[in-house]
């Protein structure tokens, strides 16, 4: 036995480009001192060996001191008092997977030598000599030089490799809570009956559920099985990036939870009955309480998308070599990784190569003078507009840009054009200075995307956005950065740092929000301006990129629509009812012509179109069915809204007890003041509901209205169901709102959307995106940090205030300095969705700067 040193183990040089290192460890009681052995191998010629896949951060899901506790939640779904208490008192501190008592490292020994490691790399490794001590072990925490960047990279490099090599992915997913035992030895029976009882019989009623009290439930089979799948599914190891490559290319993966081991096809039949009963039909469950579904839906979500969770039913099922960057993206949406730059380096090895490729013709060259360009055209295509375009993409060749002009849009700038034939990409010149060279090699294309930790989260994601522009088009680019500003809280803000057409890499806490066209259904394929070819380009700093585009008009209105019909996440005051949002909706329609933009679409036929993102517009019956559903959802929320409603005693109390614990008398006084005016127009705004809706039915007389007292029928139920069924769509819509425009358009956009965004229409996309002025961002931006500062000088936060006044300073220093346009986010245009104002619009359009 080696002797044990204090020395920190000191990593040698890996002696082949092919080199790996393999962990064998040491027999060993529970309480003695992890020992283990390293030594390098050639994966050319590799022993036998198992893949640790595993979280590296402690799971606290179901932990007494976790933040998200699974308890507190199971505890306050339950609407039985006896649950609420019993549930949690099943945690205690000896007995979660959280490992209270354990620090954050802890000490192993390796050829004689400490490494500290990971608590929950700790726990793996006591289970793993306990059950699984012959194996030998590729673990990327030890087997990896973590502070060397060039072993890290070329090892990373290698990860496809290793775990296609591995006879064994062994995945831990931590320890398992004792009491949840007899659950995960009866989830198997459990399974089998949720199966044959609710999927075979989808169609059926749902069966009445067996009763079970109070005092029986915490021993029922049935709800320990019960919470045993939601204790696996909840793992916080199916939330990291890596497992897809680490699952999707294993020979063979084993799970162990605690000493529960089993295969991948029991983790697929969990995802098919968390797909039936527990989602799809959780009100046969006696145990089941409503609200916990829109709990568990993420982590079963997560786990579903895994390609070894699905016996190849999931569109994503493909193992890896064959996906596509767009699929990676879309996969690792949810996910975390430690590394910001993970979230791209861990799919390379499942993405097919050609997908890989970065064009150098899509930057600029910052150094030497271009060859001329050709003419530009008198005009583009006169001869050819007869509604339908097809523009051929243009040949192969570098383009050459020297100045891009940063005009703003609505001023003519001439379209980018392709070069001479035989132009030629201009690179480096010799007689550039070391330091022009030095900020080239930072803001370079690389020739295809690679794992490079020397790499800056800056320089990776450019690359990420310029590999995405080569093969497929802007549309895509603009429409993942849009989704990842959204999930990241960045969208329609100004960041020198962050461009907003670069998708950024750091999770935020906002749930991912869907693109338009997938809401809108199977039948939502739009097309707004695919019959045309734009080229776009990245500036040789790589802070910009510059398209063809054409301004439909300017944000004049954005309307919160009232609550349910989901095409906003409606955050108005629990007290109005949406008196507010209504009549906002309604007098908007009102304010409109009552044909939409001189067509033979009605206005009200083309917000009830708006609503459910065109879902019906090519069914006519379908179509006249939504319009007439929608008024009468109008009507049902008015009669709801006017009706008048007795407050009792406890909702008085939570209204005259309500506001911030910490809330000081200026901040109490601004609040009253704020929720006094506010009450006096719900009030006003009540009582000129009829009148409004009055109006509305005088204008639409074609349409089957009912008097505002009147209740609806069933066949009037139907209509108005049908109306909601499409315009909710599950969650998927509440990320957005409605807006009209100065130039008559009505449509759909983010809840980032504010007055005087521009909605622009880009060569190439299948929808209209919406831009906002830098300097606009920026004053929103300041707007917001100023009422921080009020918060924090009412608490007396000086590190906080004196870190906002700096904040403050920077951004209202930056304004005037950059004449370009923030993404805000993808659109939907009633009129313009299926290409119909490409004629009005052909040669229109100018190059528009995105920063």
């Not at 799809?280 to 579904?293: E, I, M, N, Q, W």
């Not at 349910?564 to 329609?589: E, K, Q």
Request: charged residues 25%; contains cysteine.
């Amino acid at each position: 036995m080696k002797s044990l040193r204090a020395d920190p183990f000191s990593y040698t040089p890996l002696p082949l480009p092919s080199s790996i290192r393999l962990l064998k460890i040491e027999p060993g009681s529970p309480t003695d001192i992890v020992r283990c052995s390293i030594r390098s191998v050639d994966l050319k010629k590799p022993p036998s060996f198992t893949a640790l896949s595993y979280s590296w951060m402690e799971d606290k899901l179901w932990s007494v001191r976790g933040r998200d506790a699974v308890f507190e939640k199971l505890s306050g779904l339950f609407l039985r008092a006896q649950m609420r208490w019993k549930i949690p008192q099943l945690l205690n501190a000896s007995d979660t997977d959280g490992g209270r008592g354990l620090p954050t490292t802890q000490t192993i020994f390796c050829n004689g030598m400490s490494v500290k490691v990971h608590a929950s790399l700790y726990s793996a490794l006591l289970q793993l000599r306990k059950c699984r001590v012959d194996e030998e072990y590729w673990i990327d925490a030890i087997c990896m030089n973590q502070a060397d960047d060039q072993e890290k990279t070329q090892q990373v490099q290698m990860m496809g490799q290793i775990y296609s090599a591995a006879q064994l992915v062994l995945v831990w997913l931590g320890p398992s809570p004792t009491y949840l035992d007899p659950g995960f030895a009866h989830l198997d029976c459990f399974i089998d009956n949720a199966l044959s009882k609710w999927v075979d019989t989808a169609s059926a009623s749902d069966p009445v559920p067996t009763k079970v009290k109070d005092d029986e439930l915490l021993t029922d089979p049935d709800f320990l099985a019960f919470l045993a799948l939601i204790h696996l599914v909840s793992r916080r190891y199916f939330r990291r990036t890596w497992v897809l490559q680490e699952t999707g290319l294993a020979r063979k993966v084993t799970f162990l939870l605690g000493e529960i081991e089993f295969g991948q096809e029991k983790l697929q039949r969990c995802v098919a009955v968390a797909n039936g009963p527990l989602l799809d039909r959780p009100s046969a469950l006696p145990y089941f309480p409503s609200g916990l579904k829109a709990v568990i839906s993420p982590w079963i979500e997560r786990v579903e998308k895994l390609p070894i969770a699905n016996a190849g039913g999931h569109e994503t099922s493909n193992r890896g070599g064959d996906w596509s960057l767009h699929q990676w993206l879309m996969m690792c949406a949810e996910r975390k990784a430690g590394d910001s730059r993970d979230m791209v380096f861990a799919g390379l090895s499942l993405i097919s190569p050609e997908f890989l490729h970065i064009r150098q013709d899509l930057q600029l060259s910052e150094f030497g003078p271009p060859p001329p360009l050709p003419p530009r055209p008198s005009k583009l295509l006169e001869d050819k507009v007869n509604n339908t375009y097809s523009l051929t993409p243009p040949p192969p060749a570098t383009f050459i840009l020297n100045q891009v002009s940063h005009d703003s849009l609505g001023e003519p700038n001439p379209p980018l054009l392709p070069p001479r034939p035989g132009s030629t990409l201009i690179t480096q010149p010799s007689d550039a200075s070391p330091q022009q060279k030095h900020s080239m090699d930072h803001t370079r294309l690389w020739p295809k995307l690679q794992v490079d930790y020397t790499a800056s989260i800056r320089h990776v994601a450019l690359n990420l956005a310029a590999c995405l522009l080569s093969g497929q088009d802007a549309d895509t680019l603009l429409s993942i950065s849009s989704q990842f500003q959204a999930r990241n809280g960045s969208l329609g803000k100004y960041c020198p740092e962050a461009p907003s057409w670069i998708p950024p890499l750091s999770r935020g806490k906002r749930m991912f929000s869907q693109r338009i066209e997938n809401i809108g259904g199977p039948t939502s394929s739009f097309s707004s301006a695919t019959q045309l070819r734009g080229i776009p380009i990245i500036s040789a700093d790589g802070s910009a990129l510059y398209l063809d585009g054409v301004r439909l008009g300017r944000v004049e209105k954005r309307i919160d629509p009232p609550n349910h019909i989901d095409i906003g996440a409606c955050t108005y005051d629990a007290n109005s009812d949406g008196a507010d949002d209504l009549l906002r909706l309604v007098t908007t329609i009102n304010s409109f012509p009552r044909n939409y933009r001189d067509t033979d679409i009605s206005t009200l036929a083309a917000v009830a179109d708006v609503c459910t993102l065109g879902v019906l517009r090519y069914d006519p019956m379908g179509f006249q069915n939504i319009t007439q559903g929608f008024c009468l959802y109008i009507h049902d929320k008015i009669r709801e809204t006017v009706k008048p409603k007795k407050k009792g005693k406890r909702e008085q109390k939570e209204t005259d007890t309500r506001g911030p614990k910490m809330e000081t008398e200026v901040m109490k006084e601004v609040r009253m003041n704020i929720e006094a005016r506010r009450e006096e127009e719900l009030k006003n705004q009540k009582e000129q509901l009829p009148g409004a809706y009055r109006d509305l039915r005088e204008a639409y007389p074609e349409m089957q209205w009912l008097e505002a007292s009147t209740k609806l029928g069933e066949e009037e139920k139907r209509l108005r169901d049908l109306f909601s069924a499409h315009s909710a769509l599950g969650s998927m819509l509440s990320p957005w709102r409605m807006f009209t425009t100065d130039t008559g358009y009505i449509g759909l956009g983010p809840t980032e959307l504010r007055q005087g965004d521009e909605v622009v229409l880009i060569k190439g996309a299948n929808v209209p995106y919406l831009f906002r002025h830098a300097d606009a961002a920026l004053r929103w931006q300041i707007e917001d940090i100023k009422v921080n500062l009020f918060l924090l000088e009412q608490h007396k936060s000086l590190d906080g205030l004196e870190m906002a006044k700096q904040d403050l300073r920077d951004l209202e220093a930056l304004i005037g300095t950059k004449d370009g346009y923030v993404l805000v986010g993808e659109a939907y245009v009633e009129g313009i969705m299926d290409g119909e104002v490409i004629s009005e619009y052909v040669d229109r359009f100018e190059r528009i700067t995105v920063v």
